[in-house]
């Protein structure tokens, strides 16, 4: 990589380490700096929610973080000493992760910053963005000043793309010239992580609130909790002493919790507050530098986690050679979230403030009510869980591409699962070459983009009314869906086989996969030598979407439904899909 080529990441938190990770694995180097001297050594941020999960699988540490983490099992919700509500974790469907994990920032952040230095990438530690200039748009001349250790004087650098993930008082935003907007709770927020006494909970989140105002235990992983309380603002910064901690335990918890000790304290504003935009020219903002949240839900590092990979994986396309375009979709798709993300903090925040007592009254009574008709466990689990990508107004979910000779334009929902922007959902399948996932989201995992060729009905002659993988016992010499004596599984091989070639001319080809999905096992077995996967769809929940023909859909590396195109003119779909696009020429 060249130096105009050059990705310079500022902030090596979660959102920074996971961008470049996915920079990485896409095949794009990147600068990472930070002033800190290391890794994060305080918990800070708690909870990971399913989305996180997944887009962290797909850099492969969500393994290691499972492993270091407390599975939650609930939240529950307690006014004047009495249980008004709760939620269940655990029973979210179509994903590995059903339930949030409780593990600290520091855990989460070392576990990232060793996948950077196996995927070859690198922090330059104690090194700070002094100073940066932009000038013009798109593409944004960008030139930063350095101040780098040992060396004694500033260094100049000018890279092609400048990425923000410094924080809520990023200096990327404040050089872009980009208004950070919304406003600042008039609370401080109290908290300790330590070791208690007299029955705290082994495996749920606990919210009591109080007129005086909230307690929130949480179990940590390792054993302890972390407690969390609000107060009117005095402007103060200190940490609370454990002496100060336990009077508002004993205030506001239940009788007979004790503090026995801490190891780590800290006093602090919360704020919420949305970037106007999301990127300017050649530079982009991620994670804090972006939005801002309460700690309500813990929705502020999942949603820059999921920032990170949505701007990675766009950004490696781009530089590989995709439509520029491209990048115009990181804004129209985070920045939604982002302010869905904050409202949902917002409103969990205002719910712990209320002090007038009718209000109460009525929060504790709606509580009761949505608790036993289970709509907490329908509407504020997946919302926290953010597993739904919202992404159906997104420039970069073209949705069903036009047939020859028809009139473009954006496609609606496609039949059954299908519609743009959505998570298919998980199926089982039986891998038979090329792949070892046993389900389509474990092939999804990898985080790659990929062309699921679904394979239509059973044609006469290959499998029949026998069920997945048997063979049946049609007529030889009938002709299937691919044309005048040309099998259903000739058509769907044929197709499988032209979008590997096209991917092959890809300058996108390293970082995509191709899969024939079909409902039945080949009678003659498959080819070694093909140059895509296959796999049969036992419950042929995929492959019924089909129906007659080949159905070929493009997956998005966050598991997300691009576009999909029922007839065989891949060049038109490569054409409709920006990370394709460099192979059209190749391929028309």
């Known amino acids: 990589m060249t130096q105009t080529d050059t990705v310079l990441i500022v902030g090596a938190g979660p959102t ?44 492969d540490v969500a393994d290691s973080l499972e492993k270091r983490s407390l599975p939650l099992s609930g939240a529950s919700y307690w006014s004047g000493g009495r249980r008004t509500g709760g939620v269940r974790f655990g029973a979210l469907a179509d994903t590995a992760f059903p339930r949030p994990l409780c593990v600290p920032q520091s855990v989460t952040e070392g576990v990232l910053y060793d996948r950077l230095l196996k995927l070859g990438g690198n922090v330059e530690w104690n090194t700070e963005l002094a100073a940066a200039r932009i000038t013009g748009s798109t593409p944004s001349n960008v030139s930063v000043t350095l101040t780098v250790p040992g060396t004694g004087s500033p260094a100049p650098f000018s890279p092609r793309w400048l990425i923000g993930a410094d924080g809520t008082h990023s200096t990327v935003r404040a050089a872009a010239g980009i208004a ?18 007299g029955g705290l909970p082994e495996d749920e989140a606990q919210y009591h609130l109080t007129p005086e105002g909230v307690l929130v235990v949480v179990p940590l992983p390792g054993g302890g909790h972390r407690v969390f309380f609000d107060r009117d603002a005095t402007g103060e910064v200190r940490p609370l002493s454990d002496e100060e901690l336990q009077e508002l335990l004993t205030a506001r918890g239940p009788k007979g ?94 719910l712990w403030m209320l002090r007038q007592g009718p209000k109460r009254v009525l929060r504790d009574t709606l509580l009761k009510v949505a608790t036993a008709t289970g709509a907490l466990d329908r509407r504020i689990v997946p919302e926290l869980a953010q597993l739904d990508p919202g992404l159906e107004s997104s420039p970069a979910v073209p949705g069903e591409l036009p047939k020859p000779g028809t009139r473009g334009g954006r496609g609606g929902k ?45 044609a006469p002659g290959t499998s029949g009314s026998g069920g997945p993988g048997t063979s ?53 077995g498959c080819d070694p030598s093909a140059p895509y996967a296959r796999a049969v769809d036992i419950g042929r929940k995929l492959t019924e979407l089909a129906g007659a023909g080949p159905l070929v859909v493009y997956v998005r590396p966050d598991g997300a439904v691009g576009a999909w195109s029922s007839h065989r003119d891949l060049g038109r779909l490569a054409a409709g899909v920006s990370v394709l696009g460099a192979a059209v020429e190749s391929v028309a």
Do not use: M
Not at 289 to 310: E, M, Y
């Open 16 to 59: 920074g380490l996971t961008t470049a990770c996915t920079l990485l694995q896409h095949g794009v180097d990147c600068r990472v700096i930070d002033r800190r001297n290391g890794p994060a050594s305080e918990p800070k941020a708690l909870i990971l929610w399913s989305g996180a999960l997944e887009v962290l699988r797909r850099i």
């Open 180 to 197: 950070f907007e919304g406003s600042t709770y008039a609370r401080d927020f109290l908290l300790g992580d330590g070791v208690f006494t």
């Open 257 to 350: 919790w004790k503090l026995e000790s801490t190891w780590w304290r800290s006093t602090f504003r919360v704020h919420t507050k949305v970037a106007a935009r999301f990127r300017e020219g050649s530079v982009l903002l991620a994670g804090d530098a972006a939005h801002c949240h309460s700690p309500a839900g813990g929705q502020g590092l999942n949603t820059g986690v999921q920032d990170g990979f949505n701007l990675g994986w766009k950004l490696a396309a781009v530089i590989n050679g995709a439509d520029p375009a491209l990048l115009d979709s990181y804004e129209a798709e985070r920045r939604p979230a982002a302010l869905r993300a904050l409202r949902n903090s917002d409103r969990q925040t205002r």
């Open 414 to 458: 496609g039949p059954g699962l299908l519609s743009p922007g959505v998570r298919l959902p998980d199926t089982p399948w039986q891998p038979l070459h090329g792949t070892d996932a046993a389900s389509l989201h474990e092939f999804l995992a990898a985080g790659r983009h990929t062309l699921l060729v679904l394979q239509g009905a059973s």
């Open 472 to 524: 049946g016992s049609g007529a030889p010499g009938t002709s299937g869906s691919g044309g005048p004596g040309t099998s259903g599984a000739d058509a769907g091989e044929r197709t499988a086989a032209e979008a590997a070639e096209l991917v092959a001319r890809s300058t996108v080809r390293s970082q995509t996969d191709v899969l024939l999905l079909t409902d039945h096992r080949p009678r003659g």
